[in-house]
Each structure stands twice: as structure tokens, then as C-alpha cells.
């Protein structure tokens, strides 16, 4: 078996396009959370989203490529370009021709879906645009990355709503452990900042007005948000023998379906994944030293989170620093657990803890450290990043200092 | 018909029960609502009366209408204005009411 480690890093997010902007954003708590601009807001009740507005696709695309990426597609493009930059990784052709791209996402192409069912059924439109299809498929970004960097080897995407990136990286770490692909190109991109997804969303009753105060006593709701974030993975020997910056080691990756109720989280399935990851990864739940939390700010996703890290993790709980992202981030849903990954493999680097944003008053029922606000230097060896999905959906990578 | 009649009707399709179960005491989350039963009600008497019903997570009367202790909500749904059918009935009336009002 092979131990694999995270080589390259590439984002593009809220609060920047670049690992440098991303990571001093998160660190000083400033939130991508702000008024929507980019889709009309009369008809929506809550006017807040972590929008990427510092994107030009013209930047990085001639004008007949970019009409046949979505949205999604382009930031998962950008932000793979960036990652394989970023390695440093000059690709030979047989290494190509084995390269992974696991790519995780939700709701696929939804602004072309969107703008296409907008034409047909409100304005009466005769046809649909011929790249329609092609632009709102799932697994658009991940072909669009394979045909942009000429990855030839095992390519599709995961979707499992908001734990689509973390299961992918899963999925692509364990092709690179076993020796199924010598390296590969994994994250998650999501794109869905609609009318048709705000309205849902709202009926749903879960969006706050406010802003993302994850397990903040006062928080109120969940904060959409957009974006991407690409890894390059490969094993360690191969990153030592070139010399490549390691940012850091994946250990393991647990996984667990609740069986239960479609939106609801159950303790326990939450726990039981975390509590995989820690056995794949042969490491003993006193060794985590950080959690990056789904924490989504939803009354009860925190509270039920909060038990959900008793259960895995029993008394070494309350030595844990835990903190979400989403205060800074929002939820990205399928791009969400790989932009965390990002936040949490970038925290081993640069042995920093990144705060929870936006958070003001304890609450009783979150009694953990959540460090509030403000950044914290401190040895990190071991740290744990956490996804959970509508449909009871789990996975939870774990990572090490390089 | 009577809005009364129109909350037990709906809830009495959405939980599947017979209509004449529905007595304005009994509690949802007795007859066995979970938090997405309880947005589709909701929903259905919004769409009926063209009214706007002030349900949120983390609302501030909080009242478990999937009456789980180990289930909780991701959505903050289970956390609810009303605890009874004559609850929902109550407040429709008064959303019904202040928009003949306006």
C-alpha cells in the first residue's frame, strides 16, 4: 500500500482564486458571504450567498471553448490548472495515460439548465441551445479537466449531495494507495447559484437572512455558497524523489449511510463514519488534534454534529479544537468537503488552526472548542475533515502532517 | 369549507391517516409527522390560501414535531410554531385574516 499525500492546490472560492488569498481569508475570518448580485433577488426571501464574483471566464478561456463549459465546469477547470501548476508535476504520457480524475459535484450544469428551462417554458423559446446537454451533465467537469490537462485514465464524478468532494478525494486516494493510478486529480466543483435552487432551498426553510454563525448560539440557517477546490495526488515516494511540496499526508477515509431519514442527521452515522476514517487510517482518536466541521449552521446540524464527535470521539473530545468554515465559505455543497479539505490540509502546513467565523454567544448544546474568531497557532500533527450529505451520506477523510 | 376542515384534510393526505382521526388536540408529531411531512403541510396550505407561513430553522418556539431525541435535523426543521392540528388550523386563520385585512 501506498501513502499518498496532497502535492498541489488549486481553489477557486469566495474569497479568492488563489491558495494564498484563500487561506489568509479563512485565517483572518473574512467572510465570501455578502448580497447577491449575480441572479435577480426580487422573488427570494433570504438575499445572501457566497458568491465567486472575481471570475472572468474570458481570463481563461478562448470564446469557443468557454460555450461549451458551465459554470461549474469552469471553476473545476481553473482550479485543476492551478493544482497541477501548483505540483509542480510535468505529466509524461504514461503517466497520463493512468492519471485518475475523481471529481465530486451535486447538481451539475444548474445555470444552464436554469437558463434553458427559463427560454423554454417562460419565454416560449422554439429549441434549446445545441450544447445544452454536453454543459449540464455531471460529469462535464470532470470530462472538461480530463480533456484540458490530458488525463486519460480513470475518470468520473461522485455525487453525493454535500459530501460529492470529500467522497471523491476518497475515492481517488484509495486508486493512488492501491497503485490503480499513479497519481490523480480529485475535488469537487458546484455551481447551482439559481432562482430555481434559491427557491428550493427556501421552501426547504433552512436559509438564513443573517449570515453563516456556525454553532454560535445565535446562528440562523445555512449560507448557499459556490466555487471549487482541486488536489493533486501521488505517493509519497514519488513527491520525495522529486523534490514536490508535500502539503500534506492522507491517512484515511471512512464512510457510513444512515438509513434513516432523508434530511436529518443521525448522530450516531455521523460518528460511525468518523470513527472508519480513524481505523483506516490507523490512528487513535487521542491523536486528532483539529476538526474541520461540516458545521452548516443550522440549529440542529450543529447540535447533532457536536454529538456526533462525543460519540467518535469520547473524552479526547473536549481536547479537540473543531471549526467550521462555512462563516467565511457558505455551503458549497458538492465542491463543500474539497474547499474544506483545502482549509484543512493548508491548517497541517502552515500549523495553524483557521477560526469559526461570525460565531458570537455559546450555545449549551455546542460545548466544544469551536475556536471562535480568531486564528490559533498550534501543533497540528493529525487533523479530520467532516462531510454529511442530505440522503444520510457521510465521509470523512483523515490527514497528517507531511 | 371551514379551515379547520382544510388543516385536517391536508395533514389527514400527507400523513396517510383517516380524516376523521385528525381531532384538533392531537399533536403532529403523535400522529407521526417528520420535519419534511410537516414542510409539505405547510406548503400545501401556503399554495391553498396564498398566504405566507413564518416557519424557519431555528425558530424560536421550540417544539419537536418529530418527537426523536436521536434524530436531528441537518435542516433545523424539526423545530416548529405549532405543536397541535388545532395549532396549524389557528394560525392559518390569522394569516387568512390579516391578509382580508391589508
Known amino acids: 500500500m501506498n501513502r499518498v499525500v496532497i502535492t498541489g492546490i488549486g481553489v477557486v472560492t469566495p474569497i479568492g482564486n488563489t491558495r494564498d488569498t484563500f487561506w489568509s481569508a479563512l485565517v483572518e475570518a473574512r ?23 472575481d471570475f472572468n471566464p474570458a481570463d481563461h478561456f478562448d470564446a469557443r471553448r468557454v460555450s461549451l463549459l458551465d459554470r461549474f465546469a469552469q471553476f473545476a477547470v481553473v482550479a485543476a490548472r492551478a493544482a497541477l501548476r501548483d505540483a509542480q508535476l510535468e505529466l509524461s504520457e504514461e503517466m497520463a495515460l493512468e492519471a485518475a480524475t475523481i471529481i465530486g459535484n451535486s447538481t451539475g450544469g444548474m445555470n444552464t439548465l436554469d437558463d434553458s428551462f427559463f427560454k423554454l417554458y417562460g419565454q416560449n423559446a422554439a429549441r434549446a441551445h445545441p450544447l445544452s446537454i454536453p454543459r449540464l451533465m455531471s460529469n462535464a467537469a470532470c470530462s472538461a479537466i480530463s480533456m484540458d490537462l490530458g488525463l486519460k485514465g480513470p475518470t ?52 438564513s437572512s443573517d449570515t453563516c454563525r456556525p454553532f454560535s448560539k445565535t446562528r440562523s440557517g ?59 487510517a490507523k490512528v487513535n482518536r487521542n491523536e486528532i488534534d483539529y476538526v474541520n466541521a461540516h458545521g452548516t449552521g443550522t440549529a440542529l446540524n450543529d447540535k447533532g454534529e457536536t454529538i456526533a464527535l ?67 497557532n498550534a501543533p497540528i500533527q493529525k487533523a479530520m475533515s467532516s462531510s454529511f450529505a442530505f440522503g444520510g451520506l457521510n465521509a470523512v477523510l483523515v490527514l497528517g502532517r507531511a | 369549507m371551514a379551515i379547520i ?10 400523513l396517510n391517516i383517516p380524516v376523521d382521526q385528525l381531532t384538533p388536540e392531537k399533536r403532529l408529531d403523535e400522529l407521526g409527522a417528520e420535519s419534511l411531512d410537516v ?29 426523536k431525541s436521536e434524530s436531528q435535523d441537518k435542516s433545523g426543521n424539526s423545530e416548529l410554531p405549532f405543536a397541535t392540528v388545532g395549532d396549524v388550523a389557528e394560525m392559518v386563520e390569522k394569516l387568512v385574516a390579516a391578509k382580508a385585512s391589508k
Open chain 1, 222 to 280: 445555512l449560507v448557499l455558497g459556490e466555487g471549487a477546490a482541486m488536489f493533486v495526488l501521488e505517493t509519497r515516494e514519488r513527491a520525495v524523489a522529486r523534490g514536490a511540496p508535500i502539503y500534506a499526508e492522507i491517512l484515511g477515509f471512512g464512510m457510513s449511510a444512515d438509513a434513516g431519514d432523508i434530511t436529518a442527521i443521525d448522530p450516531s452515522g455521523a460518528a460511525r463514519a468518523m470513527q472508519a476514517a480513524l481505523r483506516d
Open chain 1, 310 to 376: 462525543r460519540q467518535a470521539f469520547g473524552d479526547a473530545a473536549d481536547h479537540l479544537a473543531v471549526s467550521s468554515s462555512k462563516g467565511v465559505l457558505g455551503h458549497s455543497l458538492g465542491a463543500a468537503g474539497a474547499v474544506e479539505l483545502a482549509a484543512t490540509a493548508l491548517a497541517l502546513h502552515n500549523q495553524t488552526i483557521p477560526p469559526t467565523a461570525n460565531f458570537q454567544e455559546a450555545d449549551p448544546d455546542c460545548d466544544l472548542d469551536y475556536v471562535p474568531n480568531t486564528a490559533r
Open chain 2, 39 to 67: 414542510i409539505e403541510i405547510v406548503f400545501a396550505l401556503e399554495e391553498k390560501y396564498d398566504i405566507a407561513i413564518p416557519l424557519q430553522a431555528n425558530d424560536a418556539t421550540r417544539v419537536s414535531a418529530s418527537g
Open chain 1, 156 to 207: 468520473y464524478t461522485i455525487a453525493s449531495a454535500c459530501s460529492s468532494g470529500t467522497h471523491a478525494i476518497g475515492q481517488a486516494f484509495q486508486m493512488v494507495r492501491t497503485g490503480q493510478a499513479p497519481i490523480a486529480l480529485t475535488g469537487g466543483t458546484e455551481a447551482c447559484l439559481t432562482v430555481g435552487t434559491f427557491k428550493g432551498w427556501e421552501a426547504l426553510r433552512v436559509l
Open chain 1, 31 to 53: 467572510s465570501g458571504i455578502g448580497p447577491i448580485t449575480i441572479i435577480p433577488t426580487e422573488r427570494l426571501n433570504s438575499r445572501i450567498a457566497a458568491q465567486v464574483l
Open chain 2, 5 to 14: 376542515d382544510d388543516v385536517r384534510s391536508i395533514i389527514a393526505k400527507s
